[in-house]
């Protein structure tokens, strides 16, 4: 649709409404005067608001950050919006809002209190900042039922503080005294059990064992030690004789024997080996060794002969042997040794097979003792935890009690409102006739819009047809006098609508009405 057509629609659609000028006005002055009475009977919304801070920081908290549990909220916003909108509150504010009203039938509090539900706001507006907002249909009502949220909400949540942290801390101290008699119970159980098995630990078991393998081992080597030598000793006393045959006349010849090797040995020094002294004193000791050997070749044979001492000879001697006697008492000291050591090794071996036992008796109480041992440590930590929690539950009461926990303060307090907010009744006056306005206009449009008359040539020859003319309007002297006089009608018509719409908005203003 270009512009040429616009034009047409519109010199079509005001020459209808031209037409129809008092029904045009008729429906102006409905649609102005309906708007009027609907600003009228709208109600007027007062709207107020406070601005209240969480304070949890205070001059004890770095002081106390470790040992109290200061009362702490992330989401502070959905908090105070959850208590302003629990029942029990609206219910003590609705007492002092609307007073004895709301004892007035069962459901009369319920609904008093959804609608103070639905008449309060709770935004954030910072860092621990929050704004309460409140509407009523008067400046008072909202300046009276905020400060009665406000009121109530702080006096509540203090309250609410103080008998929360009692109830944590009665219930801490009630857990504490449970843990203690638990604690009690398990450390008199580990004691009985203690007391009744002396067999020890597992790691105590396990170093006796190894001790005992220990001197087991040396004591077998030892053992072995010994056999060895006394099979060396036996095997050496088979060959010594237990009698010695001495004489007084083998004595002289080795005396005999060495004085001549002594005079031999101080001839050499002074004379050459071709000194007949010399000589004859090498052929002496010569016949002497000689019978030395002969007499050590007869002893010999007389051992041999079952150790029975061959016939002595004049002068001589019979001694028992001191090697012999010597052997035979290391044998007996050996074999005592032995027997000893294998009646120590038997000693052993028992008290090794009685340490086995143990440790088998060990290892079956020590699944008890750990069970013990565990039920204790775990009640033991526990019961220090609650202590300690104990005492920061104390330590947070006191402070809720002294009001250092998290403190709800006023920082903007609320204001009487002074004009309604949202539509007011000049907003209708104004908008009254704009809507009659676009209401005449608007229908016309979808007059013209739905008509099926043919108003234009271009619709002509949509349809293939020829167009021969086109007849314009013609305004005679006549028609022009009919207009101007319509023109002064409506015109009187418009003012005494505007006037009347005028008077009415006015007197409702003043009050006058209604």
């Keep these: 649709m270009d512009f040429a057509q616009i034009l047409q629609y519109a010199n079509v659609i005001f020459r209808e409404l031209w037409q129809r000028k008092f029904s045009v006005l008729t429906a102006f002055a409905l649609v102005s005067f309906a708007v009027l009475v609907v600003g009228m009977f709208w109600p007027s919304k007062f709207e107020t608001s406070a601005t209240i801070y969480a304070d949890n920081q205070n001059i004890l908290g770095p002081l106390l950050a470790e040992q109290a549990k200061q009362s702490k909220v992330e989401d502070r916003t959905k908090v105070v919006r959850e208590k302003l909108y629990s029942p029990s509150l609206l219910a003590v504010v609705a007492k002092k809002v609307y007073g004895a009203k709301t004892e007035e039938t069962p459901s009369s509090m319920a609904n008093y209190i959804s609608t103070l539900r639905a008449k309060i706001k709770v935004k954030s507006i910072g860092s621990g900042y929050m704004s309460i907002g409140f509407s009523a249909s008067s400046a008072d009502e909202a300046y009276q039922g905020l400060n009665a949220i406000i009121d109530t909400f702080i006096r509540t949540s ?176 050996v074999e005592t040794s032995i027997q000893a050591k294998q009646k120590r090794l038997t000693v052993l071996d028992g008290l090794l097979i009685n340490e086995f036992d143990r440790r088998q008796r060990v290892a079956e109480r020590g699944a008890v003792e750990a069970e013990l041992v565990r039920d204790y440590d775990v009640t033991k930590k526990i019961y220090e935890d609650m202590l300690e929690r104990k005492e920061k539950a104390r330590l947070s009461m006191t402070l809720n009690i002294e009001g250092q926990g998290v403190t709800y303060r006023i920082q903007e307090p609320p204001l009487p409102p002074l004009m309604p907010s949202g539509l007011r009744f000049i907003h209708f006056v104004l908008v009254g006739p704009v809507l009659g306005i676009l209401f005449v206009i608007g229908l016309a449009v979808a007059y013209v819009l739905l008509d099926p008359r043919i108003r234009f040539a271009s619709s002509i020859y949509a349809m293939d047809a020829r167009v021969l003319a086109v007849i314009p309007h013609v305004n005679t002297p006549l028609t022009q006098r009919l207009r101007r006089s319509d023109m002064v009608v409506c015109g009187i018509l418009a003012l005494a609508i505007f006037a009347a719409y005028t008077g009415l908005a006015v007197a409702f203003h003043m009050g006058v009405l209604l």
């Excluded at 040396?218 to 036996?234: F, G, H, P, V, W």
């Excluded at 016939?311 to 044998?331: A, D, H, M, T, W």
């Design 158 to 333: 203090s309250d609410e503080q103080r008998a929360e942290s009692r109830e944590a801390f009665l219930f801490i101290d009630n857990q504490v005294k449970q843990y203690k008699e638990q604690l009690v119970s398990a450390e008199n159980k580990l004691k009985e059990f203690t007391a009744r098995n002396f067999d020890g630990r597992d790691t105590d078991v396990s170093s006796s064992i190894q001790r005992l393998r220990n001197q087991i081992e040396e004591l077998k080597i030892s053992i072995d030690e010994d056999e060895i030598t006394l099979k060396a000793l036996q095997q050496q006393i088979s060959k010594e004789s237990e009698f010695a045959a001495t004489t007084k006349k083998v004595d002289a010849y080795a005396v005999r024997l060495a004085e001549l090797e002594s005079t031999l040995s101080s001839l050499l020094l002074t004379y050459t080996e071709d000194y007949p002294d010399v000589i004859t004193l090498r052929y002496q000791i010569a016949d002497l060794k000689r019978v030395i050997e002969q007499e050590a070749f007869e002893r010999a044979i007389a051992q041999e002969n079952k150790g029975e001492p061959r016939e002595l000879e004049e002068g001589s001697e019979v001694l028992l042997n001191p090697l012999y006697q010597e052997l035979r008492s290391r044998i007996s000291q």
